[in-house]
């Protein structure tokens, strides 16, 4: 689900990154974060059936650059809807932000 304000506060404080040599570690992974940088950020065209052989190299030398600095990456999938239906609220939520923004980018 994400941490509500995460991106906003890492813009406005950029003073706390700090660079780091990052090898020879496990590293967990979101995997719905990973699968929006790699494929909807990458600018491959998602309108006409996906690019899924671009994006399977996208992910491949994801995990090449990873496996070179001795990274072994854990993917974590939460999977979809459970029983309980816990997430309704947060889905829709956030469909509807995003008719919003989709309306205000339509209006300006």
Not at 42 to 67: K, P, Q, W
Not at 77 to 92: M, P, Q, R
Request: hydrophobic fraction near 35%.
């Amino acid at each position: 689900m994400g941490v509500q304000g995460l991106t906003t506060f890492l813009a406005n404080h950029q003073m706390i990154y700090q660079e780091v040599q990052f090898r020879r570690s496990r590293l967990v992974i979101d995997g719905c974060n990973l699968n929006y940088l790699l494929y909807f950020k990458s600018g491959l065209d998602e309108n006409h059936g996906g690019e899924y052989a671009a994006y399977r190299n996208l992910i491949e030398n994801f995990i090449t650059a990873l496996r070179t600095c001795e990274i072994t990456p854990y993917v974590v999938l939460d999977g979809g809807s459970d029983v309980t239906d816990k997430k309704v609220e947060t889905v829709a939520k956030r469909s509807e932000d995003r008719v919003q923004r989709a309306h205000q980018a339509a209006v300006s």
